[in-house]
């Protein structure tokens, strides 16, 4: 039966538009239960023996809730105990409408077995379909249509049931009128609370309620502590108007009554407004999109550098006049010259809230029930969240979802979402760093192994055909030890004209994962694999990383090669591509190779290849120093870890050998060869890599680190800094120009993924090239596959597909790809940072020779180098009073009572791992020499804690 | 315009025949063929009706649209007329062939109904001098077979008569930006009044006659004819002269009056049909195209 849809909806332009689509409602939709025998259904979803203990509903019951509870209260309908839950076509649109995350979750449990949730198409269905009535508003027409097939699966049941089990339908709704109407109609309804509060043997599941409107009328104080919102059709008005700007709202990591908004300007240009103090967050939560109005220029004031933490758990809602204090102090250190533009938050446009990890602070109060929820991120307020298994809770790590932020409340409502483990166990520190870090780490789907490749896996005769068959060369791999995904290897032979052939290998992947397919969508989402310490989270399944794609020793692979002659100064004469199959003769660690190149008695094949690579690799890195690339310095640590307990036992800094630099220099002329073969070739949608030269002001802080030592650093050009780095030398400080290189190294700015389309800026600063990309890394960074299949294309040894072509998608491809890395790369730091306080636990104190690596307001940061590790000293704490502190920005120098502070300033701290707040341990520094009074500490051979005032951050 | 060859003694035999009251199909001189109308025919248009007369037929869409007053009335809305000659009716109009025809036809109906007079231009106003209803009035000429003006005239009154023009609300912020809203519930619309929409009456000079509603056969034999559009009242709100020959005063002013005659006899049947089909509401069974 043919029916039509209409609606009229304003069309861009502001033209009004009436749209008409044809809804076809059919009689072959069936309910889905066990217990009917008159639907001809294939499979059942929903159970015969449909029980959970409740004591509103006894009987065997299937629940239909209605969208507002599928939309709030999505966490308890996610629990393993809800099950058996019919999800209306209805209900489904219209979630699907006002919220991707949830409709995305809802799917997700519709296609879980276990939970029993049963999609019904209600609105296709010749007895459920309702059109809209004359005066009837859509959501009236929704809720009617909810209505409707509840009716009609309670009819339905009863006809069917021939053994009389009893079994019912419940429709949940919160919605008074609904419930009314649904009750009128004779059908059994509660209210998802009601309905909750019954399950008996789940009492748990209460906290998973988020609050409803009803509910946070109990939180009420006189006092209302937050301007009102603007509702969103003044906001758009006034963007429009240009009365506010839209911007991402950033809170700061160190001060909570201080946050930036992003606001996108025009092409690249963007800018930044500064927002103080709580009235002005106005109840911004970090992500959110914001609309900020700004203030008068009078009224604007500076950064703060103070380092402001929220000490919720001690003060609530009453105690405003320190908060006030606190203001206040910010206000006062303003200074007058680096005022930045400041502003108000106004409004919300659009909330990014998602579940967020962190830990209970448990309410002094022994009987409530009401706690502060301390997230991990810092960035993030405190929220409170109503639970009666604080106890258990206790010491565990917690999601949180927030559910709203009432203007009268200090601290945004949630609820609890789920436990992911005991604090400070390294499986629940994982998780969390993992899912603060935003990285995919779910094991892979069943629809994504599905494109694995059967085993046992051969190449086949058209492979082999259509591919050049470089078995016989001496390929070898040099890694680290212990890698296993292995996708580059090397070889150097001498040709017949006396010139040298050089080819890099690199693994194939790209002949397995086929554009669009499920695995390939799984790694265009995760873009890279994560190496934190002890565990990889794979980009492709292992399979492929460890086995089919890696470029193990005597086994055939496929690859794809990048051979160049060159003479013997290293000049490239011919470039060529192919895809190839090779034989890999050795996987060799760096320090294998390096032994085998230094050994003069060795002389096989393979090690006169590395021989020959090696030499090579220097001219080259010689040339491409002599061209201005920069050599930068950070410290990289390395953990010896316990084969058995895997805790780390030994922490060292990675040491770099010749080979490593060998290797590095051939991928490095590999990329650049590859990024201008797929520019050539497709200059609209070529994915490349640049990093663009930092602003001037970026060096700002190296200047003054090294002019303070007498040094002068140039940064005109990437020659001229790596030109003064080179020379930078203070006699009797041989640790010096590591220091300066590792704070240029803070300077630069990020290397980003791009389209070529879209940007003409290609220039890599640190490498000096004027073109690049990543290539040589396809089992481990998704950009690499997308470049592979360009330049298959380009050799016309693979055919191409739309996406590939378009530079909308490429350019969007590369955002996800750039905030992966990004993402990767600081769940990596974090777990590092992880370790080490797992390091230091073991070790108890220890004391260290450091350098001031910066000077703030009120702490000096100290460099480790012997472990790599940074920390703060702090100068003033919260509940005595501080030593005289004054702070010159010019220098930059902290003068503490007598002593100056400076960058790069030898002192002697104690480490020690400071576990008094539990969910942010940390490394703590105290300072040994030079000795202030009432600052520095003792060389302790006791326990500093205890004489210490907590310096909680 | 579509025309058929008539022989000499078929002409002799139809001006004899309308000389004395008896037309070939059996009709008296002022007779319509059999009408039938269908409105609500098209789905995506606001309102839209289908006419077919005698073997004639018509399909006229009306889509609201949201468009700028004309300067000189800011506070009235506006008509937009095309007429499409699609060769389905008759191979003449393919490729360019029908738009000499189509050109002429919507500028006599901009003359017909263009007007306040015919329908209140200043209900279709959304906010004086910025924004207004713009009614789209698309004819597409299904099939010929004369008296194109009476059918069109009578498809585009019932068309107009089924158009339902979605509600807006003008809401304007303190700055005075005005933005236009939409009531989210199709049934809320806004409906014309047509019954001072004319309908146009062709009268063919035949011999020294003159007939109502001529077929192609009885076009072929007459050399002027009168296009009157005639209101319900009977008031005559458009004349306009069509053919290569002459008309003289006398049979010009009866030509009016007979028209203003049909006309009116026209209306009452018209709006009392227009009605009845309203009141059946959802329970209608359409006919549509195929029926």
Known sequence: MLKSKTFVRKTRSGGVMKIVREHYLRDDIWCGSEVCAECKQESTVLQRDAC??????????????????????????????????????????????????????????????????????????????????????????????????????????????????????????????????????GLLVYKCEEYIKSLIGNPELVDRLALSNDDKHDITSSKVLFPEHLPLSRIQAGIKSGAFVQGTFRASRDNYLEATVFVQGDGEESTEILIQGLQNLNRAVY??????????????????????????????????????DEEKALRISAAEAARKPTGKVVGIIKRNWRPFCGMLNISQIKESTRHLFTPADRRIPRIRIETRQASTLAGQRIMVAIDGWPKHSRYPNGHFVRSLGNAGEKDTEQEVLLLEHDVPHQDFSQAVLSFLPKMPWTITPEDMARREDLRNLTVCSVDPPGCTDIDDALHCRELNNGNLEVGVHIADVSHFIRPGNAMDREAANRGTTVYLCGKRIDMVPELLSSNLCSLRSNVERLAFSC????????????????????????????????????????????????????????????????????????????????????????????????????????MLLANISVAQ?????????????????????????LLKAAKSKGVEIHTDTAKALADSLDVARVDGFPYFNTLLRILATRCMMQ???????????????????????????????????????????????DSTYPDLMDKQKQSALANNLNYRHKMSQ??????????????FKSRGILNEEGFVLFVRKNAIIVLIPKFGLE???????????????VFDEEGPTLNVEQHTFRIFDKVKVTISLDASNIQHQKIRMSLIDPVIPGVSVPAPEVEPQAKKPKLDH | MATVQVSEAEKVYILHGIRDDLRVDGRGCEDYRHMEIETDVVSNTDGSAKVTLGHTAVLVGVKADIGKPRPMVPNEGYFEFFVDCSANATPEFEGRGGEELGTELSNTLYKVFNNKHSVDLKSLCISAGEHCWVLYVDVLLLQCDGNLYDAISVAIKAALFNTKIPRVHISADEEGVKEIELSDDPYDCMRLNVENVPCIVTLCKVGHRHVVDATLQEKACSVASLIISVTHKGTVTCTRKVGGGSLDPESIFEMTEAGKRVGKALHAPLMKLLQQEESLGKTRQKVGFLG
């Not at chain 1, 920390?871 to 502190?885: I, N, Q």
């Open chain 1, 871 to 885: 920390g703060t000293v702090f100068f003033d704490a919260k509940d005595k009073a501080g030593p005289k502190l």
């Open chain 1, 563 to 666: 051979i160049w002659e060159m003479n013997h100064e290293a000049e490239i004469l011919k470039t060529r591509f192919t895809k190839s199959v090779i034989n890999s003769k050795a996987s060799l660690t760096y320090a294998e190779a390096q032994m085998r190149i230094d050994d003069t008695t060795k002389n096989d094949d393979i090690t006169k290849s590395l021989r020959g690579l090696n030499k090579l690799a220097k001219i080259l890195k010689r040339q491409r120093i002599q061209k201005g690339a920069l050599t930068l310095s950070s410290l990289e640590v390395r953990f010896h870890i316990d084969s058995e307990t895997h805790d780390p036992i030994d922490l060292q800094t990675k040491e770099l050998m010749e080979t490593n630099s060998m290797v590095e220099e051939f």
């Open chain 1, 52 to 185: 959970i203990e409740s004591n509103l509903c006894s009987y065997p019951h299937y629940v239909i809730p209605d969208t507002n509870v599928v939309l709030h209260q999505i966490d308890v309908l996610e629990d393993p105990v809800i099950r058996n839950v019919i999800i209306l076509q209805t209900v489904l649109q219209e979630v699907r409408h006002r919220s991707a995350p949830v409709y995305k979750r809802l799917k997700d449990m519709i296609h879980e077995k276990e939970k029993f949730f049963y999609a019904f198409t209600n609105e296709h269905h010749r007895e459920t379909f309702i059109e809209r009535e004359p005066g009837e508003s859509a959501n009236d027409r929704n809720d009617r249509a909810i209505r409707v097939a509840a009716q009609w699966y309670s009819q339905h049941l009863k006809t069917s049931e021939s053994d009389a089990d009893g079994l019912k339908v419940v429709l949940l709704t919160n919605d008074q009128g609904n419930k009314q109407k649904a009750e009128e109609s």
């Open chain 1, 287 to 324: 992500q959110d999109v914001v609309a900020v109005q700004l203030l008068p220029q009078n009224q604007w004031v500076a950064p703060s550098s103070v380092v402001l933490q929220d000490e919720g758990a001690a003060k609530d809602d009453n105690e405003e006049e320190k908060e006030e």
């Open chain 1, 751 to 797: 290397a980003v993924y791009f389209c070529s389309g879209m940007d003409s800026d290609f220039h890599h600063y640190g490498l000096a090239s004027p073109i690049y990309t990543h290539f040589t890394s396809p089992i481990r960074r998704y950009a690499d596959i997308i470049v592979h299949r360009l330049l298959a294309v380009a050799i016309a040894a």
């Open chain 1, 826 to 839: 600081y769940a990596q730091r974090a777990s590092v940072a992880f370790h080490t306080q797992l390091f």
């Open chain 1, 677 to 701: 073969k797929i520019y050539d070739e497709f200059p609209d949608c070529a994915m490349l890599r640049k990093h663009p030269a930092p602003p001037p002001s970026n060096y700002d802080i």
